[in-house]
Nanobody
Framework: QVQLVESGGGLVQAGGSLRLSCARS????????MGWYRQVPGKQRELVAR???????NFADSVKGRFTISRDNAKNTVYLQMNSLKPEDTGVYYC?????????????WGQGTQVTVSS
C-alpha cells in the first residue's frame, strides 16, 4: 500500500526558509508526477509545485523564483525548498503523487504539514 509521509513544516519568520520532505513507500509501477499543494481555510487546495517523472517542474506564479522542487529517486523522496518566505505562504502543505500501481493510475495524498510564516 502506497503512503506519503511529509515532514519539515513549522513556524518561520518572513524572509526565512523551510524544506519540506515527502517520502513515498509502497510498491509502484511508475510515477507520473509528485508535488505539493497548499490549502488555507476557506479556499481550495492549490498547486504549489510539481515534478514529473522526466524531471520537468511546474510552479505557481506566486512562488516562482523562491521555491524549488527536487527528488531523490534512491530515497523515493521529493523535496520542496522554500526560500524568502512570505506570510501569504502560510497554509497546510500536502504532498501529492500521481502513480501507477497494480490496480491502475491513482492519486495519493499525504496527511499535510503546517507552514506558518510570521510577519
Amino acid at each position: 500500500q502506497v503512503q506519503l509521509v511529509e515532514s519539515g513544516g513549522g513556524l518561520v519568520q518572513a524572509g526565512g526558509s523551510l524544506r519540506l520532505s515527502c517520502a513515498r513507500s509502497g510498491i509502484i509501477f511508475s510515477m507520473n508526477y509528485m508535488g505539493w499543494y497548499r490549502q488555507v481555510p476557506g479556499k481550495q487546495r492549490e498547486l504549489v509545485a510539481r515534478i514529473t517523472s522526466g524531471g520537468n517542474t511546474n510552479f505557481a506564479d506566486s512562488v516562482k523564483g523562491r521555491f524549488t522542487i527536487s527528488r531523490d529517486n534512491a530515497k523515493n523522496t521529493v523535496y520542496l525548498q522554500m526560500n524568502s518566505l512570505k506570510p501569504e505562504d502560510t497554509g497546510v502543505y500536502y504532498c501529492h503523487a500521481d502513480l501507477v500501481v497494480g490496480s491502475g493510475r491513482h492519486d495519493y495524498w499525504g496527511q499535510g504539514t503546517q507552514v506558518t510564516v510570521s510577519s
